[in-house]
């Protein structure tokens, strides 16, 4: 099935996609309309052949079967012999889940109502700023969580701590008053080098200004002995299960800083938005089906087009950290070139994932997107309704350019109509060239997905959207979209270079570019 996909790939190499749309009905049948979201992907080379064979693809590969296998808790991430119940953190009014013979939900609303006792107590106490410390999944889903939802923020400050480079933790310590401060270290492990050395910072710089650590710290965690040993006593730790991956957590205890800043009800709202993606997904048809469709569109511009890579560009500034959320989850979930049996993925591996809001990223890299030589299908995230009653024309002003982009990109423009543009400023030679600058090759893909407000829910909603998208390309590849073998190796060498760089040991078995990097460094590190 992948050489038919190919095969329409070269059948469709010199279509004008605009010209599809002399069928009146193209925007209707290439879009569809569920949980107060219309998602259209009617401005890409998508036919009716094209979606029966991405159809007989998700078919053939048991998308539905394996769907159902997640939500029923078998273990399907094979490598590392887990259930994948990221949806139970969101189940709030379903039925019992089984892992192992046991129903898991009880722990996880038990779980839910303890986060909320804290946050609420937080929330109304005399604590200022929140410090997130964690990285990766324990990090990007809460950043950007509260980002998304700054008009639902009447909490306490959120500062999010990642990165083991001192200046993070150094700059966000600057602005918070010890007396007033409290962190939450949040690791699925406990034993990530980033944050426990981060955690260790905040510790000594409690102690430093002379102020007990003594309900300060929260752990977010699976690890409860790690926590408890670092100094973080059982009622002040939030478990999940390792049935939660890293880059799916921010439905449970990693959303603890979240709930904090939009307090439990709000939080609740976006676990509902989570919970109606998820129902979508199991009831609807294939060709109806939101994750399926957007991992349909995504296979075929990857590995059927050959597109590389994919934009993630929100009309949406509150969702400036949605693409970096989505590298992670994207690309640590299905950047893999082994199949689930062992043997070499069959086709491309999973996309690179980019993107910045609109319409910063216009001012910057749509240049490249427009007239580059590299094809980057975009995907469009909009708001029929923004927040901001009194500022409605910058929202109309805001849709309009999300919408004039897709246009352009599908349209392009033509040299004659470049040279009527220049008529008259250039003539002969001069004209030519300058109209050949001023060219658009058009006939890039697009899809907009448009909702009606960025609330809590929607939120939800559109991370459940994106997770399940994940899965269903995951599946059609055939890779586990729950491990991440490929982050081990650069934890292990610099684990080996630590006390290189210390001048504790010595370099002599290293290549000559990493001799020179440290010799370099031990030179002028003073
Ligand atoms: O290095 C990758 C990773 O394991 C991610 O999958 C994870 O989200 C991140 O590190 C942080 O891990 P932890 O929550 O265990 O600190």
């Known amino acids: 099935m992948w050489i038919d996909l190919k095969n329409h790939a070269t059948r469709v190499a010199d279509r004008r996609i605009e010209e599809l749309f002399a069928d009146d009905s193209r925007a209707q049948t290439y879009s569809t309309t569920a949980l107060g979201m219309l998602f259209d992907y009617s401005k890409t080379q998508i036919d009716a052949d094209v979606m029966d064979t991405l159809i007989a693809l998700a078919k053939a590969s048991e998308v539905e079967a394996r769907r159902d296998a997640m939500f029923r808790g078998d273990k399907i991430n094979e490598t590392e012999g887990r259930a994948v119940l990221h949806t139970a953190l969101r189940n709030l009014d379903g039925g019992a889940i089984e892992v192992d013979g046991a129903d898991v939900m009880p722990e996880v609303l038990g779980t839910l109502d ?10 109304a106490g005399d604590i200022t700023d929140v410090v997130n410390i964690g990285i990766g ?71 430093d200004k002379g102020v007990s650590e003594e309900g300060r710290f929260v752990a977010l965690s699976s690890n409860v002995d790690g926590a408890g040993a670092f100094g973080i006593p059982a009622e002040r730790v939030f478990g999940f299960e390792d049935w ?3 880059r799916y957590s921010m439905w449970g205890p990693i959303g603890l800083s979240m709930m904090i800043a939009i307090g439990g009800a709000a939080f609740r709202a976006f676990l509902r938005g989570g919970q109606a993606m998820d129902r979508h997904f199991q009831a609807a048809e294939l060709h109806e089906n939101l994750p399926v469709l957007l991992a349909l569109v995504g296979i075929w511009h990857n590995q059927g087009m050959g597109y590389a ?72 995230l909009v708001a029929a309704q923004g927040h901001e009653q009194d500022l409605k024309h910058h929202h109309q002003l805001l849709v309009a350019n999300c919408f004039a982009q897709s246009e352009a990109l599908m349209r392009g423009r033509t040299l004659d109509e470049a040279r009527a543009k220049v008529a008259g400023k250039f003539e002969g030679d001069e004209l030519e060239r300058q109209a050949r600058h001023r060219v658009f090759p058009g006939n890039r893909p697009s899809t907009t997905l448009i909702y009606d407000q960025l609330d809590p829910e929607i939120l939800g909603k559109i991370i459940a959207l994106y997770e399940h998208r994940v899965f269903v390309e995951g599946v059609i590849l055939g890779i586990n979209s729950y491990d991440q073998w490929g982050v081990e190796l650069g934890k292990e060498l610099a684990t080996a270079l630590g006390p290189v760089v210390t001048g504790d040991a010595s370099a002599a078995d290293k290549d000559g570019s990493t001799q020179q990097l440290v010799s370099f460094f031990l030179r002028h590190n003073a």
């Open 309 to 380: 890579s994919r934009a993630v560009l929100p009309y949406d500034n509150r969702l400036m950290r949605l693409p970096a959320y989505l590298q992670q989850l994207e690309m640590e979930s299905n950047g893999k070139g082994v199949a689930m049996d062992g043997s070499d993925l069959a086709v491309q591996s999973g996309p690179i994932v980019w993107g910045e809001p609109g319409t910063n990223g216009q001012h910057a890299f749509y240049q490249l997107i427009h007239q580059g030589t590299a094809v980057v299908p975009c995907e469009f």
């Open 137 to 207: 999944g324990s990090d990007l889903g809460p950043v950007m969580g509260v980002l998304a939802l700054a008009p639902y923020h009447d909490g306490p400050r959120c500062h999010f701590v990642s990165n083991v480079d001192g200046a993070d933790i150094a700059d966000t310590l600057r602005g918070c008053d010890p007396e007033k401060t409290m962190f939450i270290v949040a690791s699925k492990t406990f034993t990530t080098i980033e944050t426990m050395t981060n955690a260790r910072t905040a510790k000594a710089w409690l102690a």
């Open 244 to 246: 939660v991956g890293g």
């Open 114 to 123: 303890r986060m909320e006792a804290l946050a609420e107590e937080i929330r």
